[in-house]
Each structure stands twice: as C-alpha cells, then as structure tokens.
C-alpha cells in the first residue's frame, strides 16, 4: 500500500493550494512543472496539451523543464502518434504508469529521455473522459529511481491538475471571441486577462454568481477583481462601468453599428 508521510502530505496540500491559485492557462504549464518539482525530485519534465483524433494522440503544445530547444522539438516529433503514449492516454483507469523510456521511441541515444524504466514516471490529465493532455518526468543516469512514494504523491495531484487545467483552458481568451475584442478595446485601462474576463460576462448581461460559476471563483474574488476594474477605469457603479465600455467600443469602432 503505498502512503506519504504527514511531512508530504503537507508539502502536498500546499502544492493543491497553489495549483488552484494559477490564473492564466498560458502560464499553468511552467507552472505546474515548477510546483510538481518541489515536491518530486527529476531532471527533466514535459507537459503536454493533447488531443485524441481518432485512434492516435496529437500534442497540440508542450512546455519542457530543463530541456533544450533542439530535444524538446526531436521530443514533441516523437509524441505525437507514439504508440506508448496513445495506449498510456487511452487507459483512463490508470494514475501513474512508468515510462516512457528511450525504447518506446525508438531511439539510439537521447540526452533527456532513459533507458531504464524506473527513472521514467507518466501521469495522463483529463476531465470526465475528456483527455486534456499528459505530463511526463524523466530521471537521467545519475539520478534516483522514481519510488513509490514518488508514484503516490504524482498520483494525488493528478485530479487537481486536470480540474485546474479544465477551468483554465474553458474560460480562456482567444481571438476568435468578443473577450479577445473587448480586451483590444480595453487596453488603455491596462485590466488584467482575469479582469477582461469579467467585464467580458457583465456586458453580456450576467449576474454576479453566474460569472462565478462560470470563472469557478468565490464570491469575495470576484469582488475584489469588480473593485480593481472600478479603480482602473475610474468608475464607481455597474451602470458608470458598461457606459465606459459602450463608449471605449464606439471610439474604436468609429464606422461600427
């Protein structure tokens, strides 16, 4: 039976608290692999957003911790439609799986990637079967072996990862939506993407608890972040706040309706 001591269950919670702290998708990669190593010893890491299309495995972006430009493009190559990755990805009931090592790609030699599978640990992310991507940490040859303390605390942290990973990745801004708009009409005011995002679903019309709902933040947050937008807009009502917004729209968009 595998179990942490009170000393990592500790480390452990903190690492939880901090994960859900993370705001911005775009950040959540490095981050997360930096919050990962404080707790888990490793030499180097990949984290990757994936998908599945059809019967194969396709990494759509990938973040490396300790790895060069040249190994993180020769590793990207040979994750997307790995054999290894698309049956670790597919096994939704597995927490952490060893592996994969240097054999599984198929290749001679590699700075990054081991031979031997106890320095190799793997841990898929996805929410309510929905695959959102993986993480992989390697030990090179000087290292420790990945035990099963190590496997425990990897596996406890999974759930809250992916969960923080799905409400991130749901409530981002892209270009191709009216956050992205309103964001470029709003630059003068400096508000941070968090903030957009607010303002973003009061001028649709929601009430204060459905924006939390959908943003999956507490009350109080939301408060604070309503008053730092206030602030930097110089307003000091709802009804001040979306008349700025309608006229910062008109101003940019001149010949507009």
């Not at 396709?58 to 493009?73: L, P, Y």
């Not at 708009?181 to 303002?199: D, G, P």
């Amino acid at each position: 039976m595998m179990s942490l001591s009170v000393t990592d269950w500790m480390t452990v919670v903190q690492l939880i608290y901090r994960i859900n702290c993370i705001e911005e998708y775009d950040d959540y990669f490095k981050e997360i692999l930096g919050l990962v190593h404080i707790t888990l010893d490793f030499s180097s890491a990949v984290f990757c957003e994936a998908e599945q299309k059809e019967n194969m495995i396709v990494v759509n972006r990938m973040e490396g911790f300790n790895i060069s430009d040249e190994d993180m493009a020769s590793i990207k190559e040979h994750l997307s439609g790995n054999a290894f990755i698309t049956g670790l990805c597919l096994d939704l009931s597995g927490s952490v799986t060893r592996g994969p090592i240097q054999s599984h790609f198929d290749l001679k030699d590699s700075r990054v990637v081991p031979k031997d599978l106890s320095k190799a640990m793997s841990m898929v992310l996805y929410h309510k079967e929905r695959l959102l991507g993986f993480i992989i940490l390697w030990q090179n040859e000087a290292g420790q072996e990945f035990n099963t303390r190590d496997i425990c605390a990897f596996g406890v942290l999974r759930n809250h990862i992916s969960l923080q990973m799905h409400k991130l990745r749901n409530s981002r801004i892209t270009e191709t939506d009216g956050r992205y708009l309103l964001e470029r009409e709003m630059q003068q005011f400096h508000l941070s993407k968090r903030e957009v995002e607010i303002l973003f679903h009061l001028t649709e019309g929601l009430n204060d608890s459905q924006v939390c709902e959908i943003l999956y933040i507490s009350p109080s947050t939301f408060k604070k972040h309503l008053n730092h937008i206030y602030e930097k807009m110089k307003v000091s009502s709802r009804v001040q706040l979306l008349k700025t917004v309608e006229e910062n729209k008109r101003k940019n968009n001149p010949g507009g309706e």
